[in-house]
């Protein structure tokens, strides 16, 4: 069982910036890949960025060269720094992870979600 817990949402003007956590607690000694998706009123979640837990990471081409993710596997933690933003980045921005290697369960994990806003 995993819990993830995000934090960093808010409200800015477009060209911001803003940084998103996400905190996983789990069973010791597990490793994570880990993902960002994002879910606006109306639409379907969208997937955003991704990285495994060797430092791999993929976005989706809407937010590519303006949001990086990173982790930090010490403390369990996913990191989206989202730059240059814009009014069509407002959503809400859930955290995705699984556990890996010798703790895969098969299971997807999904946190609650923090809500960004950004205004014209």
């Known amino acids: 069982q995993v819990n993830l817990v995000e934090s960093g949402g808010g409200s800015v003007q477009a060209g911001g910036s803003l940084r998103l956590s996400c905190a996983a607690s789990g069973p010791p000694n597990c490793r994570y890949d880990m993902a960002w998706y994002r879910q606006s009123p109306g639409k379907e979640r969208e997937f955003v960025s991704a990285?495994?837990?060797?430092?791999?990471?993929t976005y989706a081409d809407s937010v590519k060269g303006r949001f990086t993710i990173s982790q930090d596997h010490a403390k369990n933690s996913a990191y989206l720094q989202l730059n240059s933003l814009k009014p069509d980045d407002t959503a809400t921005y859930y955290c995705?992870?699984?556990?890996?290697?010798?703790?895969?369960?098969?299971?997807?994990?999904w946190g609650k979600g923090t809500l960004v806003t950004i205004s014209a």
């Open positions: 995705q992870t699984r556990m890996v290697e010798g703790c895969y369960d098969g299971v997807t994990y």
């Open positions: 990285i495994d837990s060797d430092g791999s990471a």
